[in-house]
C-alpha cells in the first residue's frame, strides 16, 4: 500500500505484464494437479481414450471407408485433438478468475491477465500431450507422416483461438447469468461431438445435409487441418476464412461484455456463483 510506484517505460510496462502472465499461467497449469507429470498424464489418458473409443466405433460399424486414403489413426486423431484443444480452450477462459475473485484484490492482476494466463495454460498442456502422443505413435506403431506440419499446427492455433473466442462470449455473460451459462456452455460442447464433424469428411457431405455444420467454425477447421494432413485430400465444402472472421466477431463482442461487466460488478456476485 505504501509503496513508492516508479514510473515505468511502456518497454519496461509490457515485460511487467509478459511476467506477470507467465507466472499466471505457472499457476493455472499447476493448479489442475499438484504434480505436473500427473497432470499431463491424466490430459494425455483423456485423449487417448476418446481416440480409442472413436477407432473403434469407425472399426465395429465398418466406417472406415468413409475416411479419408491414408493413415486411419491420424485421421480420427486430427480430429480429436482439435476438438479437445477448442474445448479445453473455452472452458479454461470460461473457468478464468472473474472481476469478483480475491486474486484481482492484488495491484497488479487483473481479468485480461486471468483469461490470457487461462487460455495459455491450456494450449501448453494440449500441444505438449499431442506432441507425446504423436511422437508415442510414431516410434511404437507406424512411422507418421503429415503432408505440411506446418498447415496442421496453424489450425491448431486456429482452434485454440476460437475457442477463446467463444469463451469470452460465455465469460462476459456469466456474472449476469452463470447458472444459464453453465448449462449453455455444455450443450456446446456436447454438440460439438457430431457438430465439428470429427468423425467425417465434409466432403463426402450432401447438399442437404452440410448447412447443418457450416455454421460451426471448428466443422471448416477441422476439415481444412485434414487437407494439410493428407496428401490426397482437398477440402472443397469449407473455408479457411469463416473461422478466423468469426473467432476476431466474438472476440471482439467478448471483450465488450467484459469491459461492460467489469464496470458493473459488485462483490454480492460472487455468492450467485
Known sequence: MFEKQTPRTPYG?????????????????????????????????????????????????????????????????????????????????????????????????????AI????????????????????????????????????????????????IAVGMLFLSAKPWAPEAVGVISNIYTRANMIASGKMFLANNLTATLLPFFSWNPLFHIIDQTRGYAFINYNPHNSSLMYPIYVSLVLVMLGLLGEFFTRKRVSLSWAARR
Not at 505438449?128 to 504423436?134: C, F
Not at 510414431?138 to 486456429?158: K, Q, S
Open 116 to 163: 490470457c494466463s487461462s487460455a495459455l495454460a491450456s494450449l501448453y498442456t494440449q500441444i505438449l500431450s499431442m506432441v507425446l502422443i504423436l511422437f508415442l505413435y510414431h516410434v511404437a506403431i507406424t512411422p507418421l507422416y503429415i503432408y505440411d506440419p506446418v498447415g496442421v499446427f496453424g489450425m491448431v492455433i486456429l482452434a485454440w483461438f476460437s475457442g
Open 13 to 113: 510496462s509490457a515485460l511487467a505484464i509478459l511476467e506477470l502472465i507467465y507466472h499466471a499461467t505457472v499457476r493455472e497449469v499447476r493448479k489442475g494437479h499438484g504434480n505436473a507429470v500427473i497432470g499431463l498424464l491424466l490430459n494425455m489418458m483423456q485423449t487417448v481414450v476418446m481416440v480409442a473409443a472413436f477407432y473403434l466405433m469407425f472399426s465395429i460399424l465398418g466406417l472406415k471407408h468413409n475416411a479419408v486414403r491414408g493413415d486411419f489413426l491420424l485421421f480420427v486423431m486430427t480430429g480429436i485433438f482439435l476438438f479437445m484443444t477448442h474445448v479445453k480452450a473455452m472452458g479454461a477462459v470460461v473457468g478464468s478468475e472473474g472481476p469478483t475473485s480475491a486474486m484481482m484484490k492484488h495491484a497488479p492482476m487483473n481479468t485480461v491477465i
